[in-house]
């Protein structure tokens, strides 16, 4: 067998392990999109099991927290807005998160509960300061995203308030006997 034949057989060798390669990737892909889809989230919800601190304190609504950092200049701009926004929020629970016991220090006087939670805080492992966290009245997250400004803040508690409100039951007429029908 000459050189160039043995070259060009190796080349398309190549070939074929780098298609089946990509193909195997594609597959892995398609999969994982089905995943997130089958749950109905974005590829941002953080999964997670229920953190027992975030539970909401009258264990019915759902709770915004902005998750925050003692020295992230951001966090201290949006932290004023997010305590005003708290403020006018009904049916559903604000709390910020920290890990440090100086955000009390600089949240001092905002009508806002602050939990100091360096567990919580460890465990949520959300990649940006400052972040909103949606978390389920059992404390389980159901959303994350990350605030870059007072506008990206106000959008993301809009679409939190407004995505995930509960929605009251509808009675749609029908009686059972254990409510006295006949």
């Given at each position: 067998m000459s050189f160039l034949v043995a070259v060009l057989v190796v080349t398309w060798l190549a070939i074929v392990?780098?298609?089946l390669a990509l193909a195997g990737l594609m597959r892995q892909v398609r999969d994982l999109a089905a995943a997130v889809r089958s749950r109905g989230r974005s590829p941002l919800v953080l999964r997670s099991d229920a953190i027992p601190s975030l539970r909401s304190t009258d264990g019915t609504?759902?709770?915004?927290?902005?998750?925050?950092d003692d020295v992230c200049t951001t966090c201290h701009?949006?932290?004023?807005?997010?305590?005003?926004?708290?403020?006018?929020?009904?049916?559903?629970?604000?709390?910020?998160?920290?890990?440090?016991?100086?955000?009390?220090?600089?949240l001092d006087g905002a009508d806002i509960v602050v939990d100091v939670d360096e567990e919580a805080y460890r465990r949520l492992n959300v990649p940006w300061r400052p972040a909103l966290v949606l978390v389920d009245a059992d404390g389980t997250v159901l959303e994350t995203k990350p605030v870059g400004s007072i506008e990206s803040l106000r959008r993301t508690v809009e679409e939190y308030t407004r995505k995930?409100?509960?929605?009251?039951?509808?009675?749609?007429?029908?009686?059972?006997?254990?409510?006295?029908?006949?």
């Open positions: 392990v780098l298609a609504s759902r709770t915004v927290l902005l998750v925050v701009l949006v932290a004023p807005e997010f305590t005003a926004l708290a403020r006018n929020a009904v049916g559903t629970e604000f709390r910020v998160l920290s890990y440090a016991e100086g955000t009390r220090a600089w995930y409100q509960r929605l009251p039951a509808v009675d749609d007429g029908r009686r059972t006997a254990k409510d006295g029908a006949s």
